[in-house]
């Protein structure tokens, strides 16, 4: 089936600081959304990408479509501890609406005080 | 304004047994998703479903697992004679519109643990 590759897989950083985290596919996505997901919770969407080249912020949040529509990226500007959790990329195939949204397998955010 | 209701949150079953996951929508949709996470991996499409039509069942096993959205009532994802390998979350998602942006709302899910 087809599969988004999200990386990195983890990662630990201090609090303040940045963090980018990407999905990349080999077939073309008409709508890229960025979810996070807190332990014993389900997903939540954080920002919702339709357009190749949108770049799209919710609060220390920016995400990108990539023009090629093949990929997108998620930011997170000066991390807090509250950002700790799991975050999915999730892509929905071009000439495809209406079929479910495929996910990646998600960046796990440890952010150490 | 409730959003994706799952229960059980946790259903524990022995082997053999049956599993009876419900998912009532968020008020104003009618598309209902499942997905099974497994530990330590990303969400897999299981089935969508409209009130009363199974719209694409492809990720959904052939043998024991069913899944039906009423005209009345909520969501049922049913697992028969389950087996250890079935041990996962489950989520439901709901979507108002087939056509345009792809979001879905998720519940927080229905942990199944089979002994």
């Not at chain 1, 590759?5 to 073309?28: A, H, K, L, R, Y």
């Not at chain 1, 950002?83 to 998600?106: E, N, P, S």
């Not at chain 2, 024991?64 to 959205?69: C, I, K, N, Q, T």
């Amino acid at each position: 089936g087809q599969q988004l590759n999200q990386s990195p897989q983890s990662m630990f950083i201090q609090e303040g600081e940045d963090v980018s985290m990407n999905c990349t596919s080999s077939s073309i996505f008409n709508t890229w959304l960025w979810y996070k997901q807190d332990p014993g919770e389900g997903p939540v969407l954080l920002i919702a990408l339709y357009k190749a080249g949108e770049l799209t912020s919710n609060g220390r949040l920016t995400a990108q479509f990539g023009i090629t529509r093949k990929d997108s990226f998620l930011n997170i500007s000066a991390s807090i501890p509250s950002d700790v959790g799991i975050y999915f990329c999730a892509g929905q195939l071009r000439g495809q609406a209406g079929t479910a949204l495929i996910f990646g397998k998600g960046t796990t955010l440890s952010v150490s005080s | 304004n409730a959003g994706v209701m799952q229960n059980p949150r946790h259903l524990v079953r022995r082997r053999g047994q049956e599993a009876r996951l419900r998912c009532s929508p968020m008020k104003g949709h009618s598309h209902v998703y499942w997905y099974r996470q497994l530990p330590e991996e990303g969400l897999k499409f299981m089935v969508y479903l409209q009130k009363e039509n199974i719209i694409d069942e492809s990720g959904m096993p052939k043998e024991r697992f069913s899944a039906e959205f009423p005209k009345e009532g909520p969501s049922i994802l049913r697992i028969q004679q389950v087996v250890r390998g079935d041990s996962a979350a489950y989520f439901c998602a709901s979507s108002p519109t087939v056509i345009g942006t792809g979001e879905l709302f998720f519940g927080e899910g229905s942990r199944l643990t089979v002994l």
